[in-house]
């Protein structure tokens, strides 16, 4: 039913709509910024969309993630942006994995799929995905938010981009620090989306060998060259 995407055409060919049923993305994450992704993933009409997240909602979450509601908390995230998606957009298949990203099952999650895109609210395992990604030759679009700021990267094989960024492998997560709030997760999310959507085109300038800094309060948006 390609009517639901009219509104895609001029921006994309009807070719390039066409093929997006054909890709497959795994989001690693299913939570402030995952859940936004896995929304406009959907919208986009990406056919296969893998959700992993080994975490429940919890009250704290309802400030932000879009999966989350009163009804829900206490239940599976990647679970219910399966859910989801039934409802938005019922011909995109979501496969579920409820369970965390690690050393030892990543490049099982990950083998198969056109892009990853990296949700996550921590380093370390940011790292295990870079790797995985790296030995599966799969890109690798990096989200990450904390309170009135966000950046975005999208990483091919060999960049090794995280490494520049994260100096420091076992650095905490800014967002403890600075919080997160409603609207943060969701600019990040779209500029990941469009990120994806470039890579699988193979159309546009993409955010690669540099990082997109946000700064909502100023606010600026910079784009600094990562040597």
């Known amino acids: 039913m390609m009517e639901r995407y009219n509104r ?45 997240d080994g975490d429940v909602f919890e009250v704290t979450n309802l400030n932000r993630q879009i999966l989350s509601n009163e009804e829900n908390l206490g239940t599976s995230k990647a679970n219910a942006a399966k859910e989801r998606m039934k409802l938005v957009n019922s011909q995109i298949n979501v496969e579920a994995l ?26 370390e395992t940011r790292f295990v995905l870079q790797a995985s990604a790296e030995r599966l030759g799969i890109p690798l679009v990096h989200g990450a938010i904390a309170g009135w700021y966000g950046q975005i990267t999208t990483i091919f094989p060999g960049d090794r981009t995280l490494d520049k960024i994260y100096a420091q492998k076992d650095i905490n997560g800014v967002e403890k620090e600075l919080g997160n709030p409603s609207f943060t997760p969701a600019l990040v999310a779209s500029i990941q989306v469009s990120e994806v959507l470039k890579v699988l085109i193979n159309r546009g300038e993409l955010i690669r060998h540099k990082i997109l800094f946000i700064n909502t309060m100023e606010p600026d948006y910079y784009i600094a060259e990562l040597g």
């Open 8 to 52: 895609n055409m001029k921006m994309l060919s009807r070719e390039e709509n066409e093929r997006l049923k054909e890709y497959r993305v795994c989001v690693i994450g299913c939570g402030g910024l995952g859940g936004y992704i896995i929304e406009l993933l959907g919208r986009l009409g990406i056919g296969h969309i893998t959700a992993v």
């Open 98 to 123: 409820s369970y965390r990203l690690t050393e030892e099952n990543s490049e099982e999650i990950l083998r198969g799929h056109d892009v990853i895109v990296d949700a996550l609210d921590n380093v």
